[in-house]
């Protein structure tokens, strides 16, 4: 399973979009913390270089869902980014 930071990867502001890996045995853990629309911390995790295959993002870089790692979500109530437009 992968996810992007934002849902918008053509900001034209490099690196201001990173990919994560989250293990399909942990995909389950993590899903009630990753919500449409909402910020989160990520603490506890590992980072990796992308391979070119798998690359979705002009960053080098991917963030590894570990089973340390701790999502939370920053802010709660916000209004919701209308991915239609």
Do not use: W
């Amino acid at each position: 399973m992968s996810l992007s930071a934002s849902p918008f990867p053509q900001t034209g502001v490099p690196d201001s979009v990173i990919h994560g890996f989250i293990p399909v045995g942990r995909a389950n853990h993590y899903m009630p913390s990753l919500k449409v629309g909402s910020i989160v911390k990520v603490d506890r995790f590992e980072f990796a270089r992308c391979s070119s295959m798998y690359k979705i993002t002009d960053h080098s870089f991917l963030i590894c869902f570990i089973s340390p790692t701790i999502i939370d979500e920053v802010i709660t109530g916000a209004p919701e980014i209308n991915l239609q437009s």
